[in-house]
C-alpha cells in the first residue's frame, strides 16, 4: 500500500516557525512534521511514500538523505507552482498509477501539519468495504469550515466562513456538519473521474465527484486524538500532549 504526504504549502500559519524552513520541518518534542507522518504511516506497513515540497524543498530533499529515508521509498513530487491539494494530488497520480496491473488499491493521503491517532488500517478497511471512491476522516468538533454528510455518511455539501455559507450537491433531509481532519483513504479510480486541472483544491472536485453520484464517505474518528499544527501555539500544545 503506498501514501502521499501534502507538504508543499508555505506555512504562513506557522510564522517565524517557518521563516527559514518548511512546515514538515518544523519540529514537535523533538521530531519533525514529516518523520511523525512517515512514522504513522510505516506503523501500519506502508512503505512507499511521495512528498510534494515546493516551500525549502532542497532543505527537505537533504533531510531525507541524511535521514536514509527512514527505511522507506520516498518520491518527491516537485511543484514550481503551489498546486494546492487538489493539483497536487493530480502531479503525484503516476506513482499510484505505476505497476497498478488493473488493480484498485486504495491508498492514504496525509497532511503533514496533522497527528492523530486515527486508526489507518481500520478506515482503509471501511473504506473497501463500502467501495467508496474516496473516504474521509471527520469529527464532530467546531471548525471554520464543515462538511456535510447525510445519514449513511455520504458527501453533500460544505459550509464555511462567518456566515456559514452553505453549498448542497445532495439533497438530504437531514444532514450532519463534520470537520474534516486531513487524512483520505482514495481508490485510484479517482485519477481517472478528476477533471479538474492545474491548481485546484480536492474538496470542490470531491463536492463535483459526489453531486454525479459517487460515493464519497465519512469515516468518524471522534474517538482519537487529532491535532492540526497550523499556528505555532497548537505546536507548543501539540509538544506537551506528546509528553
Known sequence: ??????????????????DNRPKALVEVA???????????????????VI?????????VVEYLKSNDNFGMRIELSREEDLLDTGGGLRKAGWFFLENAQGRD????????????????????????????????????RETARYLLFDQQGQLCGRRSGDDQKTELVRSSPQLQALAFCGI???????FAVMREDGVFSIIPAYLRLAA???????????????RDLGRPDHVMQAAQELK
Open 105 to 140: 488499491e486504495p491508498f492514504i493521503v496525509h497532511n503533514v501539519d496533522v497527528i492523530s491517532t486515527i486508526d489507518l488500517g481500520q478506515m482503509v478497511r471501511f473504506h473497501t468495504e463500502h467501495q467508496a471512491l474516496a473516504t474521509l476522516a471527520v469529527q464532530d
Open 51 to 59: 512528498v510534494n515540497v515546493y516551500h525549502f524543498a532542497d532543505m
Open 184 to 190: 483520505h483513504v482514495i481508490s485510484p479510480r479517482l
Open 212 to 226: 454525479q453520484g459517487e460515493k464519497l464517505l465519512a469515516f468518524r474518528a471522534d474517538e482519537y486524538y487529532w
Open 30 to 48: 523533538g521530531r519533525t512534521l514529516l518523520e511523525i507522518a512517515l512514522s504513522r504511516l510505516h506503523a501500519f506497513g506502508i512503505s512507499e
Open 1 to 18: 500500500m503506498k501514501a502521499m504526504i501534502l507538504a508543499a504549502g508555505l506555512g504562513t500559519r506557522l510564522r517565524p516557525l517557518t
